[in-house]
């Protein structure tokens, strides 16, 4: 070797690499694997090491003798993920004591299934003392106020892969008095999902194939990225993730030519075990004659681009997130810290790998997997592929007509959490299904001569049909049905083979495709792709026989009436719904279409069960847009004006939530429901109630405002990420009493009102002269009303809607859209394809040189405020200008008091420390009399669903935060909570001196200074009643109507939407000046506030106390949640009189007048 360059600074001699400064060395070594792997097997040595050395005897004391109370372990564990807010899911693989017996898997003791407690170290630490020589105060947050930070799982020991004779039952519940666990359902894993620790496999390439060098490979995975348009950002990633890269060198790029290297990229990567290529084919379909044919005629349909299902999986398997993957399922349970939840445990439902769907199949592949012939002793671990499947069809473009239908896959052994962010990779581009050609039509009206324009919708959509299922016979070739018969053996990540058995779980579509799938008619007598309803029978929401029709008729695929169907149709030339083919399958709604599913995977398969709920078009763009227009119509008939104040409501809505999330501005005219997505639906919902209220007639609008809050539940409760028995049961109740109210408010509203307004193609209301108008009432007989009935059971069956919701579909659009941005727009969908599998190019290469990102540090922390010095504030000059600014009444004095009750720790109980002396206020120096303001402060959190979340609270427009209320201690019936309205954010810095100071040096003390909110009186709240918290804000003759406060009281941010209905008072602060306490030049308050308890639903669980992850102290106790539905009614709604004067008859469903009173549920209001 020639002698090395003492100028250079080189790696490791296994690296080989040099650089000219020692900074790029070390941003080398931080990626470099050669370095990374040394290190690993370094710490391994010193744990072999420290597991061989022989444990201290302690003989300082006997058993039981000066024993310290341990440590208990956190509640919750959870492991990181690349989400910059959020960790990981709470599920981890079986403990490493599990051992398999017979078969059969035993825990030795409750102790061993409890989630490890953290290392408790037996000696005290040593005291810190200050200059003077006491001892240094420990400064932390109350305890009622700490949240629990979700906590990664300790890692496996490595175990060999073992096989047992059969999988055992679900074990016993073994858990301890606060905390998550779970049950095994099989033994050991070979390893453990959520763990970051991994051995990835070995290659002979350089890291920058197959490109010449590293700083070619860095700029072409930047120019590679998906983004299309220049941006700051853009030129940010290349300037830091690029240029300012210790491995790029300008030299390297002599010569440099983007079309070259993207040619070379899609020339090498044809030649690698990158073996899910995208594969252009045609597919055949039958065209059905109107004459009798032994051969129908077929037509060729070109351009389906598609990948290798089953290489496809083998590569997921071998993914960058391969290290997160679950191998083995296993039910998790919760037991509450305080009373009733610590005497019970009850199940928890959120992942797809703890859902009785994947324990259900995982037991089926352990008794009943096939092994080949070829290899009938494999000893290898058996594992089960979830795949979940979503399609859609998109528009590439807002003019045009260029369209794509992606057919994606997902692992439901990958955590939710993951698969939801676009940018994980978790979404798997595997088909593009093409579209019939222009030159169809022109083929098939010459088979059908005269009889074309009477047939043509009819031979269209079933020519689609059959396109569809000719798509997914290419899709489950051969190739496939042996690995879904005797398994794919494959080598993963970690380096462990693996048997490996593709299920199909969840298939997540919108309607159209789901009839589809199912090979159903769309809007046909029987139109639900689930079960055999009466299309007249679909308004039955939450009746006895409703339910009972999803569990009795099924539906089915009839295989044998299909095939004599089409032979008639193809053969002897019957027409596709003539009475040959009604009389075969018209009864159930049925197509003849060969459903792909059942011919390839066996008839035993029945599709409807993989067709999951879908949450985005069946509710928030279906049910809840149909109320929403039907209350709009409403209005108008009562009075134009009307609508015009419900938009100016809606416009008034403060906006809430972080960035992507959250309540959004409302447009001007939200009633028109203009270019509107889900997420707006989502927002409108949310922030009903106090728009709606006091529109309509007293009698009504109770009506409404209950229907509204019901509502509003319903979907929080649909979209929980985190389940449990109570929840679920919560949510089947909720669903019977949503369906009677909406028959009920059809029944009353269609009597008491006209509502003869129209909806055009756009979905927004015109008004027209009434001659030309029609009768329009709320229409419940819609297939997306009955697909609100399946919720629950879909949950209970694989997890939490979010896991299977077709919105992850519509996310991953935007990808396809930015690759078609990419292409020169001829042969678009085949260009989409290569650029796809150059970015999953760059991920392998970027998962192999990069480390897992970890969570950032000030998650950790209960509260961000910076500490920058931008606005100093004289104190007394602040004061001193505008000085009769209510708000600044007592400034000084009140600052002074907190901070003094602050430093000397007293507990924050609502009092105001007016007690102190002014002997005791002049022991706290402020330096230099100033103040530091800022702009926000974010407050950091445990969701209901344990992960860490944050609110940014702004004074100027996200001011609204709460804590937990002091009177609760005194009064259990208090509500949980108090408001305060920030309007300022301050740090400072502060010494405290005289004799009841312990430490003399000077501390920055950060605090809030707020605007109290008080109960509304005479007003009652809460889910009985259906009805939000209402306060209002402390009049300013209240001594502390403004105060300070300690940041870490707070909970989170609030969203509060004025009572319009109350309209605004100058009452409450009569003061027409410049005031700190209003922003914008404001003159007077809103008289009242609803607290907007469905902002999110995190917010929901806290105030029906139900939430997993919600320590006591931040959320409403259980024990005093309503969390039942009431069954009463109001006096109003039984004295409620139509304009008639005929009394309402509210037992009784109009739906079905002579039905027995039984076939109601009792919470029938």
């Known amino acids: 070797m020639p002698p090395s360059n003492p100028s250079k600074h080189p790696c490791i001699s296994e690296c080989g690499k040099s650089y000219a400064k020692a900074s790029r060395l070390s941003g080398h070594q931080k990626l470099c694997p050669h370095v990374l792997g040394n290190r690993k097997r370094l710490q391994e040595i010193r744990a072999l090491r420290k597991s061989k050395a022989p444990e201290p005897t302690n003989t300082s004391s006997s058993e039981g003798e000066n024993s310290q109370p341990t440590e208990q372990p956190p509640p919750f564990e959870l492991a990181a993920t690349n989400s910059p807010i959020n960790n990981d899911s709470l599920m981890e693989p079986p403990p490493s004591n599990a051992q398999p017996m017979d078969g059969l898997t035993h825990i030795d003791s409750p102790v061993e299934h409890q989630l490890p407690a953290p290392p408790v170290n ?28 979700p906590v990664p799982p300790t890692a496996l020991v490595t175990a060999c892969a073992q096989v047992p004779v059969n999988p055992t039952e679900t074990t016993q519940d073994l858990s301890n008095t606060h905390s998550n666990n779970r049950t095994d359902v099989q033994q050991m894993p070979s390893t453990n999902g959520n763990q970051s620790s991994k051995e990835s496999l070995e290659s002979d390439k350089p890291s920058y194939w197959p490109f010449p060098n590293r700083s070619i490979q860095l700029f072409m995975s930047w120019l590679n990225n998906g983004n299309t348009t220049k941006s700051e950002a853009e030129a940010n990633k290349l300037v830091r993730n690029c240029i300012l890269s210790p491995d790029f060198n300008p030299q390297d790029m002599m010569g440099f030519s983007a079309h070259c290297e993207n040619r070379r990229m899609d020339r090498e990567q044809a030649n690698t075990d990158f073996r899910a290529q995208c594969i252009e084919s045609s597919v055949n379909i039958q065209v059905p004659t109107a004459s009798a044919a032994p051969d129908p005629p077929t037509f060729s349909i070109p351009g389906l681009l598609h990948r290798d299902l089953t290489e496809v999986i083998r590569n997921a398997f071998n993914d960058p997130l391969t290290h997160l993957l679950h191998y083995a399922p296993f039910k998790l349970f919760h037991k509450g810290s305080t009373p009733p939840d610590s005497s019970q445990s009850q199940r928890i ?164 495709e789901k009839a589809l799938l199912a090979t159903i008619r769309d809007k046909g007598l029987h139109p639900c792709p689930r079960c055999l309803v009466c299309r007249l029978e679909l308004h039955n929401l939450g009746l006895r026989r409703d339910k009972k029709t999803r569990v009795e008729k099924l539906q089915t695929f009839l295989y044998d009436k299909v095939s004599i169907a089409r032979d008639a149709i193809y053969r002897l030339g019957h027409t596709l719904q003539g009475p040959t083919v009604e009389a075969l399958l018209g009864g159930v709604s049925a197509v003849p279409t060969v459903n792909a599913f059942v011919d390839r995977l066996g008839k035993n398969f029945n599709p409807s069960k ?28 009562v009075n134009d004006r009307l609508v015009a104040e419900l938009n100016e409501r809606f416009k008034l809505v403060p906006m809430f939530g972080n960035s992507g999330a959250g309540i959004r501005r409302f447009p001007p005219n939200a009633s028109e429901m203009k270019r509107m997505a889900a997420r707006d639906f989502e927002d409108l919902l949310q922030c009903a109630l106090p728009c709606f209220d006091g529109l309509l007639p007293p009698p009504l609008n109770r009506r409404l405002m209950k229907l509204l809050y019901r509502f509003a539940e319903w979907h929080a409760l649909a979209k929980l990420r985190m389940h449990s028995d109570a929840t679920l049961e919560l949510f089947a109740e909720l669903t019977t009493e949503l369906g009677h109210l909406l028959r009920h408010f059809r029944k009353n509203t269609t009597e008491y009102f006209k509502t003869d307004c129209r909806q055009d193609d756009q979905g927004t209301t015109s008004t027209q002269p009434a001659c030309e108008r029609v009768q329009k009432p709320l229409n419940l007989s819609t297939i997306k009303l009955h697909f609100m009935g399946d ?172 804590i937990a209320s002091p009177d609760t201690a005194a009064d259990p019936n208090a509500h949980p909570f108090w408001y305060a309205a920030v309007i300022g954010v301050f740090h400072t810095e502060v010494q405290h001196i005289g004799a009841e100071s312990r430490d003399f040096s000077w501390k920055k003390l950060e605090f809030l200074w707020v605007r109290w909110l008080g109960i509304e009186p005479d007003y009652s709240s809460g889910r009985h009643l259906a009805k939000l918290p209402k306060f209002g804000f402390v009049p300013d003759s209240d001594e502390y109507a403004f105060s300070f406060l300690d940041p870490a009281e707070v909970i989170r941010g609030c969203h509060l939407i004025p009572a319009f209905v109350e309209g605004c008072t100058s009452e409450l602060m009569p003061y027409s000046g410049l005031t700190e306490a209003r922003v914008n030049g404001e003159e007077d308050d809103w008289t009242n506030y609803y607290v907007n308890i469905f902002v999110d639903r995190d917010m929901y669980l806290r105030y029906i106390g139900l939430g997993i992850g919600h320590q006591p102290g931040t959320a409403t106790s259980p024990g005093t949640s309503d969390s039942s539905i009431c069954d009463d009614i109001d006096d109003e709604d039984i004295d409620m009189v139509i304009s008639n004067g005929d009394n309402d008859e509210l037992m009784q469903d109009e739906d079905d007048p002579g039905a027995d009173s039984s076939d109601e549920e009792s919470s029938d209001t």
């Not at 240094?136 to 930070?149: E, G, H, S, V, W």
């Not at 959120?350 to 324990?359: K, L, M, Q, R």
């Not at 067709?611 to 209005?635: M, N, P, Q, R």
Request: aromatic share 12%; with cysteine; charged share 25%.
């Open 122 to 149: 037996d000696s005290p630490p040593e005291p810190v003392f200050t200059a003077s020589g006491r001892p240094r105060r420990n400064y932390r947050l109350p305890r009622r106020f700490k949240d629990i930070l």
């Open 349 to 512: 439902y959120g992942e797809v790998y703890t859902s009785d769907a994947f324990i259900e199949e995982y037991k089926h592949v352990q008794l009943h997997g096939e092994l080949p012939p070829d290899d009938p002793h494999c000893k290898r671990e058996k594992s089960v592929a979830a795949l979940m499947f979503s399609s859609d069809a998109t528009q590439l473009t807002d003019f045009g007509n260029a369209k794509a239908w992606p057919i994606y896959l997902m692992l439901g052994n990958l955590s939710k959490y993951v698969r939801s962010d676009v940018s994980s990779g978790a979404m798997h581009h595997l088909a593009y299904i093409p579209s019939l050609p222009e030159s169809f039509k022109a083929f098939a009206s010459r088979l059908y001569s005269g009889l074309w324009r009477s047939q043509e919708s009819n031979i269209m959509a079933h020519c689609r049909r059959d396109l569809m299922h000719a798509v997914w016979r290419v899709l489950l070739d051969e190739k496939f049905l042996h690995a879904y018969r005797y398994r794919i053996v494959i080598t993963c990540i970690d380096g462990i083979e693996r048997r490996i058995y593709p299920r199909i779980f969840s298939y997540s579509a919108d309607y159209p």
């Open 791 to 962: 919720y629950e059971e879909h949950i209970r069956r694989f997890g939490t809607t979010d896991s299977y919701s077709t919105q992850l579909g519509e996310q991953s659009h935007c990808i396809v859209k930015q690759l078609y941005g990419m292409t020169n727009k001829k042969s678009a969908t085949r260009q989409i394809g290569a650029k796809y599998l150059q970015q999953q190019l760059f991920r392998a290469k970027e998962g192999q040189d990069q480390q897992e990102a970890q969570n950032p540090e000030y998650l950790e922390k209960h509260h961000v405020i910076s500490h920058d010095t931008d606005e100093p504030i004289n104190l007394y000059e602040f004061v001193r200008e505008n000085a009769a600014d209510p708000a600044k009444k007592n400034f000084i004095l009140k600052l002074k008091d907190h901070i003094l009750g602050r430093l000397t720790n007293q507990k924050f109980d609502g009092n105001m420390h007016d007690d102190f002396s002014s002997a005791d206020r002049n022991t706290i120096r402020i330096r230099n009399n100033r103040i530091f303001r800022h702009r926000t402060f974010c407050v950091n959190y445990t969701s209901y669903n344990i992960r860490r979340d944050y609110n940014t609270v702004n004074p100027h427009h996200r001011p609204f935060c709460m």
């Open 610 to 637: 993989m067709l999951t709920v879908d949450l985005l078009h069946e509710v928030e763009l279906g049910t809840w847009k149909a109320l929403f227009s039907y209350l709009v119509c409403i209005l108008q008939a």
